[in-house]
């Protein structure tokens, strides 16, 4: 029932992101990462499970040598916000001293993971580390990131699709979506 998302969901997420918009915005950033990095040793580092589709497009537009690596990291807090502690549940699989590292994120909403993680990845001694999110919510930063390439900047609501979830549930979804606030959301 892949085809059908849109229906499935039509009565509680509305369209914030279309699919086509999504496309032409990762076509962008693509092209300037990889004008930015020529010649360069580029590693993705995706930070899962949220990124996991804007990393496959993404690496796709970006027309160089690269690497990927993949991290998981758990944020506490419930299943709407964070409370800033973070866990890593699964590391890279190599060491990247002396690589230029770009932090694929799907969102940054508090500021609290990415601040967590640049400073995790700056102790194993890479040359570079960059971030690159999908998404930003500057309205609810806590602290300050700094984001190098930003898809879109959105107004504070949750969202999902395009691999964002809530409760582990919508991340199929092609375009980004914002979750009505019915008495379930709330
Ligand atoms: P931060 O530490 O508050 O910046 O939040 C980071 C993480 O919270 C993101 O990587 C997402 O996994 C999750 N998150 C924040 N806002 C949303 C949202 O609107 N939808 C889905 N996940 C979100
Ligand atoms: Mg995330």
Redesign the pocket.
Known sequence: MIALPTMLYASEIETLISEQQIAERVRLLGQEIARDYAGRELVLVS?LK?SFLFCADLARAIDLPLAIEFLGLK?YGDSQT?S?VVQITSDLTRPVKDKDLLIV??????????SYLRKNLATRGPRSVKLCTLLH?PSRARVDTSIDYLGFSIEDV???GYG???AERYRNLPFIGAVRQTSEAT
């Open positions: 930070v949220g944020s964070t800033g994120e799907d969102i940054v909403d508090t500021g609290l993971t990415m919510k949750f969202v999902v964002l979830d809530w």
